[in-house]
């Protein structure tokens, strides 16, 4: 693990104000986000309903920086082209949704569209042990995905150390999603993790009006976490 590794914030936008995105996303990447995270949820695969396409091409001309689409939808192939007309930077896959997922990583990359795959808690390693050579990033849930503002399970640290050792030297990022907090960060960038998303860690007791806030919630988990490495 090298002392020069930078973490990437990623602020999840479902914690955001619902009725003022465009102001929040400016918010967040005025107050130092790396990335700006869309979680897509479809009621289905996951049981909350979010943003569909027409959503996120609204978001899309407010995002200066990077907009990472976590597609939580089943089935997904069918949406992948939509989702990347409406801007998305990287468009992240859960292996469950799909019963081919090397032809949905294909369908991704064939739109131009950095490649995500993700695996909820209890789903192992060898799901994308054989993806590692096609993917630029493997998403790990500590959390059952679905909802903001649960505990980080903890197995997800052990999870996110033997997939670095997987990952070798493929240029692959680690993206860790669920409960990322100041208490919980340190221990999963130790392990490996190179971006963290975080939603209530970053919004909560801030707003556009106090945006501030945001800029200090991203400072402390940044902190917390460039001190594990």
């Not at 997904?76 to 990347?84: F, L, M, N, T």
Request: one cysteine or more.
């Amino acid at each position: 693990m090298t002392a020069d590794r930078s973490i990437l914030i990623a602020p999840s936008i479902l914690s955001a104000d619902f009725a003022d995105f465009g102001r929040e996303i400016r918010a967040i990447e005025d107050q130092g986000a790396d990335w700006v995270h869309v979680d897509v949820m479809d009621n289905h695969f996951v049981p909350n309903l979010t943003f569909g396409p027409q959503a996120v091409k609204a978001f899309r001309p407010h995002v200066k920086t990077f907009m990472d689409v976590h597609l939580m939808i089943s089935p997904v192939d069918p949406s992948i082209e939509s989702y990347a007309e409406a801007g998305a930077d990287m468009i992240t896959a859960h292996v469950e949704a799909e019963s081919h997922i090397h032809r949905t990583v294909q369908a991704i990359r064939a739109t131009g569209c950095k490649v995500g795959i993700s695996l909820n808690p209890a789903t192992p390693l060898d799901q994308v042990e054989y993806l590692l050579d096609d993917v630029d990033m493997v998403l790990l849930m500590t959390v059952n995905p679905g909802y903001g503002g649960q505990k980080f399970i903890t197995s997800g640290v052990e999870k996110t150390r033997r997939l670095k050792q997987m990952i070798g030297d493929r240029p692959v990022l680690i993206q860790v999603d669920g409960g990322v907090t100041t208490e919980t960060a340190p221990a999963v960038v130790a392990a490996g993790a190179d971006v963290l998303v975080a939603g209530s860690a970053v919004f909560r007791g801030g707003s556009v009006d106090k945006p501030d806030v945001y800029g200090a919630n991203i400072r402390a988990l940044r902190e917390a976490a460039q001190a594990a490495i």
